[in-house]
């Protein structure tokens, strides 16, 4: 069931934190998904900070390793698709 979305927000970590808000309680051990790739780890950081324990992205940003070494850190599980469904 989806509990909260964060979509349509110029700053990743804004739309984390709104779905985090929205979710309350519930993100407890939630999966995140994400249309578009994190380009920096403050993202999934914001997530981690609310609970969420797994992550589903398409990838493909030039930092995917620093942001795979943070997640690693944070103990999060995260699975990239290599599709984006993200566009301008």
């Known amino acids: 069931a989806t509990v909260g979305i964060g979509?349509?927000?110029p700053s990743r970590v804004d739309a984390v934190k709104l779905a985090a808000t929205k979710a309350g309680d519930k993100a407890q051990g939630a999966v995140m998904a994400s249309d578009a790739f994190f380009p920096f780890p403050d993202g999934p950081e914001a997530a981690a900070a609310a609970?969420?324990?797994a992550i589903v992205q398409p990838g493909g940003s030039v930092r995917?390793?620093?942001v795979i070494e943070t997640?690693?850190?944070l103990g999060l599980a995260m699975i990239f698709?290599?599709?984006r469904h993200f566009r301008h």
């Open 51 to 53: 609970g969420v324990t």
């Open 64 to 66: 995917d390793d620093l």
């Open 81 to 83: 698709t290599g599709v």
């Open 7 to 9: 979509g349509g927000l």
């Open 71 to 73: 997640v690693d850190q």
